[in-house]
């Protein structure tokens, strides 16, 4: 079985400011993990993936992913927080190299709110 | 070239009534996915078409949900009757079905069940 576990469920940062949502996953094979962002009124947006390449993944809009095996985590930061970066980011994991299955298993979701 | 698109992007319907709520997904996608999130809860799997047919539909709720994917194109999933825990936002997703794949979602449709 697989899960993931978003550390907090809401983030304030200052614009300018290095932005750092949390992500642990238990999963018993090397899993895919992704990051997805929803705006306001929007859709889910894929800022990156992981796929057993480089740990270190860089994403859209300069966010970045490292993958850390020894801690199950799979953060997601990025330098300097824009008041566009406000939105619900989402950690998710598939079990498909696994399985076979591709059904998504999403984290709670942390809402990122950036202060003027 | 265009997303996953969702129609409608609001529902609002009285409990009993019945919902369809329709995915197109991307061009040349065989896989479609249905999601939904239900209020302060998670995004969960609903289930998982391979064209026309119904690969994984173990996250359906119950059998008030019927998803039809005729001619491995646009998706349907109906809601009848509706129920006030029903509400929340239901997501499409679209994928090609390679090995380590990414899913695309539409901008998903609000249902509100009063």
């Known amino acids: 079985a697989q899960s993931v576990t978003q550390l907090d469920s809401h983030v304030s940062v200052s614009e300018g400011t290095p932005v750092l949502l949390r992500c642990n996953y238990s999963?018993?094979?090397?899993?895919?993990l992704f990051w997805y962002v929803q705006h306001p009124n929007k859709g889910l947006q894929l800022l990156l993936k992981?796929?057993?390449?480089?740990?270190l993944v860089k994403g859209i809009n300069g966010f970045e992913a490292e993958f850390k095996k020894s801690e199950t985590s799979f953060h997601l930061t990025k330098p300097s927080a824009h008041m566009s970066d406000a939105a619900e980011y989402f950690c998710?994991?598939?079990?498909?190299?696994?399985?076979?299955?591709?059904?998504?298993?999403f984290g709670s979701g942390t809402r990122l709110q950036v202060q003027p | 070239e265009a997303g996953v698109t969702q129609f409608p992007s609001h529902s609002v319907i009285e409990k009993g009534q019945t919902v369809t709520l329709r995915c197109d997904p991307i061009?040349?996608?065989?896989?479609l996915y249905w999601y939904r999130r239900v209020m302060g809860k998670e995004i969960k799997f609903l289930l998982h078409f391979v064209k026309e047919s119904k690969q994984d539909e173990s996250g359906m709720p119950n059998n008030r949900f019927l998803a039809e994917r005729t001619g491995g194109t646009y998706s349907t999933l109906k809601v009848q009757p509706a129920e006030l825990e029903d509400s929340g936002v239901y997501f499409c997703?679209?994928?090609?079905?390679?090995?380590?794949?990414?899913?695309?979602f539409g901008p998903g449709t609000r249902l509100l069940v009063l």
């Open positions: 998710v994991v598939s079990p498909f190299q696994d399985t076979g299955r591709r059904a998504l298993t």
């Open positions: 992981y796929t057993s390449a480089a740990t």
């Open positions: 061009s040349g996608h065989d896989n």
């Open positions: 997703a679209s994928s090609q079905g390679a090995v380590v794949e990414t899913q695309y």
């Open positions: 999963s018993s094979y090397s899993p895919s």
